[in-house]
């Protein structure tokens, strides 16, 4: 069974870091993308950052970019987000997706954890 | 940046009645996904490449559209499709979401 579990969050002064794991088990994490996807209360998705199987290709969001750093460990099976200079709208909760292709021609981001609460006030 | 509009932003259907949701791309892009967010869960697959059924999605679903237009299509809404759908473009990055779609029923 496919399981993604994120864990790190927390409440946090703005300005300070954070930094959130997301453990993979029941496939073979080395052979996925991974992204970060954040939903602020009562609002929508926002998708955050994406890191190929190997970390070559690294994007993010305007909105992170400068302050946010995904990482991978494949070894651990585990995908990272580093998060500093935190602010107030930072305040969400963070999910980890894998990034599968079906059909070869369809990414899809097709499994997704429970999510990490991240909380950003003083 | 690929800006999705979702329309309409909620809406409420009586069970049986035919419910179509829309995502307008702000540019063209090669094809569209959908999630389904139930309240205090995580995302689901839905939709994948326009108009095909993740695993599990009931058949009275469907997807379709191209370009910059794209619908998601209920044929007889039921109580458990109750929920917020998003579409998802992956054809470029910054990745985009609409602002989804909040479907209640009547």
């Known amino acids: 069974e496919v399981q993604l579990v994120e864990s790190g969050g927390g409440l946090v002064q703005p300005g300070r870091s954070l930094k959130l794991s997301c453990l993979a088990s029941g496939f073979t994490f080395s052979n996925y993308g991974m992204n970060w996807i954040r939903q602020a209360p009562g609002k929508g998705l926002e998708w955050v950052a994406s890191?190929?199987?190997?970390?070559?290709?690294?994007y993010y969001a305007d909105t992170v970019k400068g302050r946010f750093t995904i990482s991978r460990d494949n070894a651990k099976n585990t995908l990272y987000l580093q998060m500093t200079s935190l602010r107030s709208e930072d305040t969400a909760l963070y999910y980890c997706?894998?990034?599968?292709?079906?059909?070869?021609?369809?990414?899809?981001?097709?499994?997704w954890g429970q999510g990490a609460s991240v909380t950003v006030s003083s | 940046e690929i800006v999705l509009t979702q329309s309409p932003t909620t809406m409420a259907a009586s069970p049986g009645e035919k419910v179509t949701l829309n995502c307008l791309a702000s540019?063209?892009?090669?094809?569209m996904n959908w999630y389904q967010q139930k309240s205090g869960a995580s995302p689901k697959l839905w939709i994948y490449?326009?108009?095909n059924l993740a695993s599990g999605v009931p058949n009275r679903f469907s997807g379709s559209g191209s370009g910059t237009s794209y619908s998601l299509t209920i044929s007889s809404m039921e109580a458990e499709d109750v929920a917020t759908y998003y579409c998802l473009q992956l054809s470029s990055y910054p990745l985009t979401f609409g602002s989804g779609t909040k479907l209640e029923i009547k």
């Open positions: 540019s063209s892009v090669s094809y």
């Open positions: 490449g326009t108009s």
């Open positions: 890191i190929s199987s190997s970390s070559s290709y690294i």
């Open positions: 997706a894998s990034m599968d292709t079906v059909a070869g021609a369809y990414y899809v981001m097709d499994a």
